[in-house]
């Protein structure tokens, strides 16, 4: 017998050349994002003051492939290509017939896939002559990616951390400190956003679109900074695709191709980045891979948010976009899965999903931490809480085969490692984890201010 194998390596000649664009193979192109005011499809000069040109183009490029400059490459080496792992004790575990694969993004510096996007935003953002970056962070993953790739190109860099996860993770500030960059509890007395919902709400956990809202403020008041965002844009989906194409190739080595891949959705950077090339295989050559993404049924866009036009952010300065959302004023639940606490998913996720091309699913959070508590105890690695939700729905998919006695293929985003998670580990044996069901009342008070903007 042969014997197994249970990393699929490759040499770092093998890292992708080019990202992949899925827009240039959507059956329906994502609608344009719209500016509030005059409710008019917005142009790359209304962009202009967040971002730089290069990325700006990138957002709307329908060409397939586009190049990942050398430098940008150079760097990717310091961790990529990432593992791909077959597991074989998980499977023996869950005495399941289904093959099990998992891609580990946790071993980038960040310990998570946010690195990917961080290293190129900041290379475009120096070659046009950026200072100074501002942005958002939840659990804490993106800060940190940003602060590194800020780090390495010599921009200065502040972080708007969620209070909630700030408090929660200690360890996230003095390690976004370490890399050089300045951190705050969002909301902060530092903006007017800010000022306004801690006036209106003294004891906030604070909300991603919340952060959103203060880093950007804090941007369009200096013309040599500009602001990034960690997920959720076409232009941070497309860098991510570099984990699904290295896995095209892993899955080449391993003689195997998955029939479902699967990663947890907060905005959807890290469910694009490994499912979209295997989507550019369903469309342009047959293929049939169902791609599924997971969200805590606590923050449910995908399953009961709505699709229609909505802010990225609490106060509403981005442009309006087309996407499935439960309105930019919901306040998620204080789950441990910060990344996923966002009210809105990508516009390319959410035009996928209206066309039914991708799946999505709503997981409770203690179901979450069991199956990510059971994933450590065969394959070692402690997974970040968002994880966790991929997790779950693998075990799902794989007492599904069981039942079924089907071997099927699957194929999980392990997109970070939860080692500043553990208070949330904690938490959950010490029996102060719950799950959260939302009300109808809940599940509504965000889209109740969405009548006055258009519907699609
Ligand atoms: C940021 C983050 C997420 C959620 O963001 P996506 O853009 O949906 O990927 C999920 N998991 C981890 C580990 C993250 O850092």
Redesign the pocket.
């Known amino acids: 017998m042969a014997e197994k194998q249970y990393k699929i390596l490759l040499s770092e000649d093998e890292i992708p050349r080019h990202w992949y664009n899925i827009q240039a193979d959507m059956p329906n192109k994502p609608l344009p994002p719209l500016h509030p005011g005059t409710k008019q499809p917005v142009g790359p000069a209304d962009l202009a003051p967040l971002f730089p040109m290069e990325l700006i183009k990138q957002e709307v490029s329908q060409e397939r492939y586009i190049e990942i400059p050398e430098e940008v490459r150079e760097i990717y080496k310091l961790w990529r290509p990432t593992p791909m792992f077959r597991a074989h004790r998980l499977e023996k575990m869950l005495d399941t017939p289904a093959k099990i694969y998992y891609k580990y993004e946790g071993v980038s510096p960040s310990g998570?896939?946010?690195t990917n996007t961080a290293v190129a935003q900041a290379y475009y953002n120096k070659m046009e002559g950026v200072k100074r970056i501002t942005t958002e962070t939840?659990?804490g993953?993106?800060g940190t990616a940003l602060a590194i790739a800020c780090q390495m190109f010599d921009i200065e860099c502040e972080v708007f951390q969620v209070r909630i996860s700030y408090n929660q993770k200690p360890y996230r500030k003095a390690l976004i400190e370490s890399f050089g960059a300045k951190i705050y509890p969002s909301p902060s007395e530092l903006t007017e956003s800010g000022r306004k919902i801690l006036a209106q709400y003294p004891d906030t956990p604070g909300s991603l679109g919340i952060a959103i809202s203060e880093a950007i403020e804090c941007a369009v008041q200096d013309e040599n900074c500009k602001y990034a965002l960690?997920?959720v844009l076409n232009h941070v989906l497309m860098h991510q695709t570099i984990i699904g194409q290295e896995c095209l190739v892993q899955m080449e080595k391993a003689g195997d191709f998955p029939d479902i891949v699967i990663a947890?959705?907060?905005?959807?950077?890290?469910?694009a980045g490994i499912s979209f090339p295997f989507l550019h295989q369903n469309l342009t050559q047959g293929k049939k891979v169902r791609a599924i993404a997971v969200e805590p049924a606590s923050c449910p866009k995908l399953t009961k948010g709505e699709f229609r036009y909505d802010f990225g952010d609490s106060a509403g300065f981005t442009p309006l976009l087309p996407m499935y959302t439960l309105g930019h004023n919901f306040r998620p639940a204080a789950i441990h899965a910060g990344?996923?606490r966002y009210h809105g998913a990508s516009v390319l996720c959410s035009q996928l999903l209206k066309d039914g091309l991708i799946e999505a699913n709503a997981i409770q959070q203690l179901e979450c931490f069991e199956a990510g508590i059971a994933f450590a105890k065969a394959e070692g690695i402690i997974p970040?809480p968002?994880?966790t939700h991929g997790i779950a729905q693998v075990f799902r998919e794989a007492q599904r085969c069981k039942e079924e006695g089907k071997s099927e293929t699957i194929l999980l985003n392990l997109?970070?490692h939860g080692f500043l998670d553990m208070q949330a580990y904690m938490d959950y044996f010490d029996g102060k984890l719950s799950d959260h069901f939302l009300t109808d009342e809940e599940l509504k008070s965000g889209l109740k201010e969405l009548a006055d903007y258009p519907s699609i």
């Open positions: 998570s896939h946010k939840g659990a993953q993106w960690g997920s947890p959705l907060g905005g959807g950077s890290n469910f990344g996923l970040a968002e994880a997109c970070g």
